[in-house]
């Protein structure tokens, strides 16, 4: 019984002081992605919101159908994440379209007919980096997200 006693005060000790010295830090936020947890730094956060939500939707159902913009974030991650699996690549092909969106490229062409053809824009090179590289590790939608965007065609009825 002495044994346990010895051995139970320093696992308490331990615990309290990696509680101590490994908490998270306040200035990460972390995402479920279909690749683990991912960290998104608030800069990357604050990138989409100013950047990217300003016409296309964080989540499926925000904003009403006829109120839309552009296609919903998650819908142009999924069909980017479909053709370009790989995450260098992926970022490159969505920088390149941000830069030069081209109807004849597009991996969305029932977006283009819906909203019509993106402008391009001019943004640095370092910031379309660290967008798309948040775009590749954005969660997917729950079920119940999707089925309100009509399962999935946002857009296209349901």
Not at 76 to 83: A, F, K
Not at 126 to 146: F, G, V
Request: proline content about 11%; glycine content about 6%; charged content about 25%.
């Amino acid at each position: 019984m002495k044994y346990v006693q010895f051995l139970i005060l320093p696992g308490f000790l331990l615990s309290w002081l990696l509680s101590v010295f490994l908490k998270p830090n306040p200035e990460t936020i972390t995402r479920p992605s279909r690749l683990g947890i991912v960290v998104l730094s608030p800069a990357q956060e604050n990138l989409l919101k100013i950047r990217c939500y300003v016409c296309h939707t964080e989540k499926p159902g925000e904003v009403p159908e006829n109120q839309m913009k552009a296609p919903p974030m998650w819908g142009v991650r999924m069909h980017y994440i479909r053709r370009y699996p790989d995450k260098t690549v992926f970022v490159q092909r969505i920088k390149e379209w941000v830069k030069h969106p081209e109807k004849s490229k597009s991996l969305m062409p029932g977006a283009i007919k819906r909203f019509g053809l993106m402008p391009a824009l001019p943004y640095p090179d370092e910031e379309l980096t660290r967008i798309a590289e948040a775009i590749y590790h954005l969660p997917k939608p729950s079920l119940m997200q999707r089925h309100r965007c009509g399962g999935g065609r946002c857009g296209r009825g349901k």
